[in-house]
């Protein structure tokens, strides 16, 4: 398990441009070592506004967008083109506008699919999709992500893995249909954290004081059951990133 590495910044509009120039770097980086990289999108504010920047961003145009393959580590099972689907909400901060080819990417059902209502077959489908591109660099029959991206909910959820749940204990499934969330919607889709720590950079990015409690919890050694955010790690990096009002609590 590689030790948590922690950067803090001034507010939450520099942390998401600080991110978004991370995961620039971070693709070419991978596409000069591997030819294509592949990028785990997470949902909520954080997330979707680091793809916001990173479509702001002149450097953008340092990838090549046609060699990444994307993935979503969780979803709301709604239907397609729902505003709240973590899919669409990556579409329209930045998929529309970059030369993505449509082959990869590679969202999760929606519930309008061809699975319908059942999120437990959505997650299947989802989980033998990752299996056939399995590397060989994981334990797990998932591709070995180059980096994947996480929001941190304020009772500590990642992906949408939520404290003391059968989900955030899986430690078969790669995929899981998610019901009763907390959080609305209450049906969801996650990668599990097995599937998450197949990742080789793994970034919890997170703002605001209502998550300092659960960031202190996570950093302090808390339990994955507990604090869901705390098991998830990348086999080369975990990265936090914080603004200083969600890295309140956590100690020098
Ligand atoms: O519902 C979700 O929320 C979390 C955290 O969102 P935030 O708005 O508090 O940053 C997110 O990581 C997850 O992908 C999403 O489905």
């Not at 969330?181 to 703002?207: D, G, N, Q, Y």
């Not at 869901?228 to 020098?252: E, F, I, K, Q, Y």
Request: hydrophobic content about 45%.
């Amino acid at each position: 398990m590689t030790a948590p590495q922690v950067v803090v910044h001034s507010g939450g509009d520099v942390l998401a441009a600080a991110a978004a120039a991370r995961l620039i770097t971070t693709i070419v980086d991978a596409q000069h070592a591997r030819e294509i990289a592949s990028v785990v999108l997470t949902g909520g504010r954080t997330g979707i506004g680091v793809l916001e920047q990173v479509r702001l961003s002149p450097a953008r145009d340092a990838v090549d967008w046609s060699r990444v393959e994307l993935y979503w580590g969780d979803e709301r099972f709604l239907p397609d083109g729902d505003p709240e689907r973590n899919e669409t909400q990556a579409r329209t901060a930045l998929l529309d506008h970059v030369g993505i080819d449509p082959s990869r990417v590679h969202p999760m059902m929606p519930s309008d699919g061809k699975f319908g209502d059942d999120a437990d077959a959505a997650a299947a489908h989802y989980a033998e999709l990752l299996a056939t591109e399995a590397d060989a660099a994981t334990d797990v029959p998932v591709p070995a992500f180059d980096v994947l991206m996480l929001g941190v909910g304020e009772e500590g959820h990642t992906a949408s893995l939520f404290p003391d749940t059968p989900y955030v204990r899986e430690s078969e499934r790669m995929v899981v249909g998610v019901h009763d969330c907390p959080k609305p919607p209450p049906t969801r889709i996650s990668l599990t954290l097995p599937a998450i720590r197949a990742a080789r950079e793994v970034w919890l990015m997170t703002t605001g004081a209502a998550k300092a409690e659960p960031v202190a919890g996570a950093l302090g050694g808390a339990d994955a059951v507990d604090i869901p955010a705390a098991g998830a790690h990348g086999r080369a990096r975990t990265l936090w990133l914080l603004d200083s009002a969600a890295a309140a609590g956590v100690s020098a």
